[in-house]
């Protein structure tokens, strides 16, 4: 099969743009920024992440729990962002003392829906995070970023997290991603 559509030079670059962008936000979390990670969000930015449920092929759409109207595991705002961050930095934060290393891969970025001001983006991701000496944390799943244009760069307007996973084995969930 030969792929016969054209990509312009302005897709190119935009695509491009937002790899950059997403690839410099996870290097902020590995490097413990999260001043300047937060800095990626608009103010009025939604951070969501459903459950997910073990479903029949038949009830696929009522795998994800729904937004606003049942649990999630996250869903949070850019305050809650900022209070989570404030607690981490405390210093006695007990799921995050000392600190976990911890590594996002972000890949196979697309862009669903392009417009002026605003790019809606799907990528898969990994993190994976080591705390003390023996415990470990894969995550894996997709995102869906809705990016508004803020000047010659690009804020995280919403955040919606779909994890691979229906059951949580971490002992805790304080990272981001």
Known sequence: MVLTETITDQEIRLHFEIEQFLYREADLLDDRKYEAWLGLFTEDARYWMPM??????????????????????????????????????????????????????VSNVRILEAGAEEVRVRCRFIVYRNRMVEEQSLFVGSRIDTLRRAGRSWQIARREIYLDQSVMLSKNFTNFF
């Open 52 to 105: 997910r449920r073990n479903v029949s092929s038949e009830e696929l759409e009522h795998e994800f729990t729904a937004e606003r109207h049942e649990m999630a595991w996250f869903d949070e705002t850019k305050g809650t962002l900022v209070d989570r961050v404030k607690q981490i930095r405390t210093g006695v934060h007990w799921a995050e003392e000392p600190f976990s290393r911890i590594s996002h891969v």
